[in-house]
Every structure is written in structure tokens, then in C-alpha cells.
């Protein structure tokens, strides 16, 4: 099992930026792949961006491509999503989720989740 923990979410103006983070325990965490995702009221999960569990391949969404950057310090066993201009279509609950080895845009391929971060951009 691999336990993950959000953090960093909040209520930001349009323009503004958060760094999200997400902790994991349980397992060697230099072994998963993470992906961040979010999720609105009635809709489903949506990809914003993966890393692979090197952090290779780094791959974003196009909606958030230039403006997301997704890091991880395996050291820290903790995955970081930095959101610069952000726009209040972003507004949503941030989930990372962790997969063995390579990453993947399907929240299927995902094992373990975390339990969300609310983020709230205002226009």
C-alpha cells in the first residue's frame, strides 16, 4: 500500500500561483510513477500532468501546458505541482495519484489515491 497526502491548495486570485505537494509513505516511492489530476462536481477525473518514477517524461495536459510545471524529490518522497497564471477554469480538487513505474494519463492505470486539495482561483 501507498499512503499519499495533499497539500497546498487554497483560494488564489486569477493570475496567481500555488505549489501543491503531495507526501507518500507506505512504500519505496522512487518506484511510482505520480500523476496529478482534478475533479469538478459532475464530471470526471481529468489528467493535468504526470512524471515517471525517475521523473522522466514529464507530460502535461494541453490545458495547463506552460503554466504547470510537475517536479518530485525522491529523497522527500514527495511529488510538487507548481501552478503559475492560473485561470478560474482551474478550480477544481487536486488528486495525486501513484502507479508503478511509467506514467499515464488514465486515472485508471492509477492504484492509490490521495484524498484531494481544493484549489479556488476567483476571477
Known amino acids: 500500500q501507498v499512503q499519499l497526502v495533499e497539500s497546498g491548495g487554497g483560494l488564489v486570485q486569477a493570475g496567481g500561483s500555488l505549489r501543491l505537494s503531495c507526501v507518500a509513505s507506505?512504500?519505496?516511492?522512487?518506484?511510482?510513477?505520480m500523476g496529478w489530476f482534478r475533479q469538478v462536481p459532475g464530471r470526471e477525473r481529468e489528467f493535468v500532468a504526470s512524471?515517471?518514477?525517475?521523473?522522466?517524461?514529464?507530460y502535461y495536459a494541453d490545458s495547463v501546458k506552460g503554466r504547470f510545471t510537475i517536479s518530485r524529490d525522491n529523497a522527500k518522497n514527495t511529488v510538487y505541482l507548481q501552478m503559475n497564471s492560473l485561470k478560474p477554469e482551474d478550480t477544481a480538487v487536486y488528486y495525486c495519484?501513484?502507479?508503478?513505474?511509467?506514467?499515464?494519463?488514465?486515472?485508471?492505470?492509477?492504484?492509490?489515491w490521495g484524498q484531494g486539495t481544493q484549489v479556488t482561483v476567483s476571477s
Open positions: 495519484g501513484a502507479r508503478m513505474y511509467n506514467s499515464d494519463y488514465d486515472p485508471r492505470q492509477y492504484h492509490f
Open positions: 512524471m515517471n518514477w525517475n521523473g522522466g517524461n514529464p
Open positions: 507506505g512504500r519505496t516511492f522512487s518506484n511510482y510513477a
